[in-house]
């Protein structure tokens, strides 16, 4: 088993073993755990929905509320926001039931607090452990790091640092294979002859708008145009056609000499995702930007395929998603087109596990997408990795992202821990000194370059 794998398994046997689980029975009430209740009401007021009737009598008992309006506008309140949730009523509420709401929240927690003092900690914790045990056990993604490292640290205040260290790589190989499965390698297709007499009307009518020779197609084009659904073609066809790109139509932004692109926008993508592109570049401000929507047309075909099919994967959801998420930490996103227009294909969940990593360290997401745009584009796991092996080496992350300028750059490095251990070897370096990073920073990278240099 991995050294991590099995580090994390010994953190939650221990802290199972160091807080009590065995009293939970006296916040339990017809099955239902007070806590989970408070939390649920913490979280969000409609969540009183799902507060029974017994426990409703249990705070009113044991918190002696006398008020006898009480127990009619909590349960009114309860009543009001049940329609509000499942018949989607609109509910406006008065002082009266929000003072009632207040009220029994708060002698909830009172209530916990006297039958179990610090219950509520103690069942966040077994919330905590049982997350991190079905991520380990059934393959799903590990994100309580906060909770991890702070028992690490009870664990083993001595060998904190490199435990963590350990259990940082593993994390990251084990959430990274979940975000970005091996490709799936499909069969060799037979090559087959297609005949022109197998088209219907209106996919002649598709090529002679394309003004397309059928027969310098690919075969397995061909072949797609003759077994998909005409209807479903033919309904992106009508879209991307029309004159006005605003309107969809991108037929005419791909050159005609390019007749393989333009087919397989017509075949794998849909008016749904080519209209969701061209929405996306479009602002109030300054209209569609056309010359973005070009480069990714000819540049990037994945961002407009949304269909399944065994040659291209595809990225419309992805590049939504993207887009989205560069819109909010305000990069600028027509000049990172511009640069790298495949970066807006790659998978989402991954782009944004690793921007929220950083982001624990402090590291600006606008400025880690600006920095490392190539590297997040083609090797994204290098960025994550290069934090850990940093880590080992005692770096403060924190500092590491507010005070250099330049520091980005160790984050790109392949094979980043080879080349520290190889100076620190050498004594180029100390062991555990890096605490100025433009000078790390400098003799990391000129040892990179003269490596390349002999290389090449």
């Not at 509320?65 to 909590?74: A, V, Y």
């Not at 005419?252 to 397989?264: A, C, D, G, T, Y």
């Not at 094979?415 to 433009?438: A, P």
């Amino acid at each position: 088993m991995d050294e991590g794998k099995e580090l994390l398994f010994k953190l939650i046997d221990f802290k199972r073993k160091s807080v009590s689980f065995k009293d939970q029975e006296s916040i339990m009430l017809d099955g239902i755990n007070m806590v989970d209740i408070a939390d649920m009401l913490e979280k969000d007021m409609d969540n009183l929905c799902d507060v029974p009737d017994s426990m409703i009598d249990k705070v009113i008992e044991e918190g002696n509320i006398d008020d006898n309006n009480f127990k009619k506008n909590i349960i009114q309140l309860r009543d009001l926001l049940y329609g509000k949730r499942n018949y989607n009523l609109f509910v406006k509420l008065n002082k009266e039931y929000r003072d009632a709401f207040d009220i029994f929240k708060s002698t909830l927690l009172e209530i916990i607090n006297k039958k179990l003092p610090g219950a509520k900690s103690v069942v966040e914790i077994d919330k905590n452990l049982n997350l991190l045990q079905q991520g380990l056990e059934n393959h799903k993604l590990i994100k309580n790091f906060d909770f991890i490292e702070s028992v690490c640290h009870e664990y083993d205040e001595n060998k904190y640092d490199t435990n963590m260290l350990k259990i940082y790589r593993y994390i990251n190989d084990h959430n990274l294979k979940i975000l970005n499965p091996p490709d799936i390698e499909f069969e060799d297709f037979d090559v087959e002859i297609v005949d022109e007499t197998e088209f219907s009307d209106k996919i002649y009518e598709i090529l002679n708008k394309f003004e397309m020779d059928y027969r310098t197609l690919p075969n397995f084009l061909l072949k797609d145009l003759k077994e998909m659904d005409n209807n479903l073609i033919y309904s992106t066809f009508e879209v991307i056609k029309q004159n006005k790109a605003e309107d969809g139509g991108v037929l005419h932004l791909i050159p005609k000499e390019n007749q393989v692109l333009r087919v397989v926008l017509l075949l794998y993508s849909s008016p749904q995702a080519v209209k969701a592109v061209v929405e996306s570049l479009t602002t109030e401000e300054d209209g569609l930007d056309i010359d973005s929507l070009r480069i990714l047309l000819n540049y990037n075909m994945g961002v407009f395929i949304d269909r399944i099919n065994d040659y291209f994967k595809p990225r419309n959801k992805d590049y939504l998603n993207i887009m989205d998420g560069l819109k909010e930490i305000k990069v600028n996103y027509k000049v990172l087109i511009k640069r790298n227009p495949l970066f807006l294909s790659q998978n989402y969940d991954m782009f944004k596990y690793i921007v929220e990593y950083c982001h624990e360290f402090g590291c600006d997401p606008k400025e880690l997408v600006n920095r490392c745009h190539k590297t997040l584009t083609i090797n994204p796991t290098v960025i994550v990795n290069n934090i850990s092996i940093l880590l080992s080496h005692k770096v403060n992350m924190f500092t590491y992202f507010k005070d250099g300028k330049d520091d980005f750059n160790l984050l790109k490095v392949e094979k980043l821990d080879s080349i520290i251990n190889q100076l620190i070897d050498k004594k180029v370096i100390k062991k555990y000194s890096f605490t100025n990073f433009d000078k790390i920073n400098s003799i990391i990278l000129n040892s990179v370059f003269k490596k390349a240099r002999k290389k090449g």
